[in-house]
């Protein structure tokens, strides 16, 4: 639990509801609002004994949607604490004092870089772009596209060529139908799909991966989003502007890539959540892949996944889902209300100890990163799974075993790479062959390995 002196009464999760066996509950006894005036749903409360450091104490617990507090009717009962608490003075911050220090704060960097977030577009001031043509690359000349007669008014050539990002040409040997975006805000675009793209030589630069990114945030508490007006036409050091009604500052959780981050670690969206809970289940093979396709988005977030989706997995090798049977419905449910639940990965710490934990079914195998802490609780990071091949499905359960330790290890090779792990498994046998210090036997290396 953390401990919050704010909070009134003491809640717990409803994943630890369940973990300490799903005590009966009783109607709920209060009415939950916090500070940022979200309602939290409360499910019922039970009486319990507890006892804090050999303290012991009996009060309601409250089991709501939200993470598990050590409230001030706990506390209260709980002397050394409280004693402490009571000796000190604490000073009281209401919301729309929070609020104006907020909005104070973000007003900093609009001041101190004015002209980063000045309105308009910025103009690169240290490089120029160059695009190379492929030695056999050919002028594409595509035809123009009839324009709805609702997007005119919206097609503004005159403000990019003011803004000297277009010049006017009298002929060209190249030409790409242009296409209106976010729902005709005065943003032209050219459709260069249509052949320049493929005519152009690749210039590769290696971007960070959503795990690195998230791998990051580790031990921040408050978070920033910045846009960048119309960054394709742009490239204070290199003349980047921002575009302000697009930013965020100080936020405590933030929206980014489809995750909600926040200082405990980083969930599914909301709303994508939601999309994919009210879906019906597929008719054909394309709504179907497309609904693997988005759960598989989230599939770090999901142990045992490889179980949930074998049914609909065996689907997708037909053209029609007209074998729609119940072992399907179920699986389809099981995986929205498994989206649906309590879903916290907590964000990746290098100081902290890891565990890698693997195994395997009849279908599939799953692997689970985890970090434990300095109170011996664990927390998973990241999950992983996949199907076996037929091939694979014919394995000895032993083989399987060892095989979801490999693909375990391989997935987690940028985080456990270079230092001490705990490599976990419930299947004993293996340990003949991973547990011995003289390293795997040569014979059955290879095998292994395929």
């Not at 204070?236 to 500052?249: I, M, N, Q, S, T």
């Amino acid at each position: 639990m953390r401990l919050d002196t704010g909070a009134d009464v003491t809640l717990l999760s409803q994943k630890e509801w369940i973990a300490i066996g799903r005590p009966k509950l009783l109607q709920p006894l209060v009415f939950l609002k916090p500070a940022n005036n979200k309602d939290i749903n409360v499910r019922g409360h039970f009486n319990c004994n507890f006892n804090i450091d050999g303290h012991e104490g009996k009060r309601n617990c409250h089991v709501a949607d939200t993470t598990s507090l050590l409230g001030f009717d706990w506390i209260a009962q709980y002397e050394p604490l409280f004693r402490r608490l009571t000796e000190r003075a604490i000073c009281n911050v209401s919301a729309s004092t929070l609020n104006i220090l907020r909005a104070l704060l973000t007003m900093q960097p609009q001041k101190h870089f004015a002209a980063v977030f000045a309105s308009g577009l910025g103009r690169c001031v240290k490089s120029k772009a160059h695009l190379t043509l492929k030695p056999d690359a050919k002028p594409v000349l595509r035809k123009t596209r009839s324009v709805p007669y609702a997007a005119l008014p919206h097609i503004e050539i005159n403000r990019v060529v003011a803004a000297d990002v277009h010049s006017p040409i009298d002929h060209s040997d190249w030409a790409a139908p242009s296409r209106l975006k976010e729902k005709w805000i005065d943003r032209l675009c050219a459709d260069y799909f249509t052949g320049l793209d493929d005519a152009l030589e690749q210039h590769q630069h290696p971007l960070p991966s959503p795990d690195d990114i998230f791998a990051k945030l580790n031990g921040r508490r408050y978070f920033c989003q910045l846009d960048l007006a119309q960054a394709h036409l742009q490239i204070h050091d290199y003349g980047f502007r921002v575009r302000l009604e697009k930013c965020a500052f100080l936020q405590a959780e933030i929206n980014y890539l489809g995750f909600v981050s926040d200082a405990e670690g980083r969930r599914p969206d909301p709303k994508k959540i939601e999309a994919i809970h009210k879906m019906p289940h597929p008719k054909v093979v394309s709504q179907l892949r497309a609904f693997l396709g988005l759960v598989n988005f989230y599939g770090t977030f999901v142990k045992e996944l490889h179980n949930f989706r074998t049914p609909l997995d065996a689907l997708t090798k037909k053209v029609v889902v007209n074998t729609w049977t119940p072992e399907c419905q179920s699986s389809f449910d099981r995986i929205k209300a498994t989206l649906k639940s309590d879903l916290l990965p907590t964000h990746f710490n290098p100081g902290l100890p890891i565990i890698v934990a693997a195994d395997a079914s009849n279908h599939g195998i799953g692997a689970v990163l985890s970090h434990r802490f300095p109170n011996g609780s664990e927390k998973a990071m990241y999950h992983s799974s996949r199907a076996l091949t037929p091939t694979q499905q014919k394995y000895s359960q032993i083989k399987k075993e060892a095989l979801a330790l490999i693909f375990a290890v391989q997935k987690s090779h940028r985080f456990v790479h270079g230092r001490l792990f705990t490599l976990r498994t419930d299947h004993k046998p293996l340990l003949a062959i991973f547990g011995s210090k003289k390293g795997v036997p040569i014979y059955c290396a290879n095998r292994l390995q395929r």
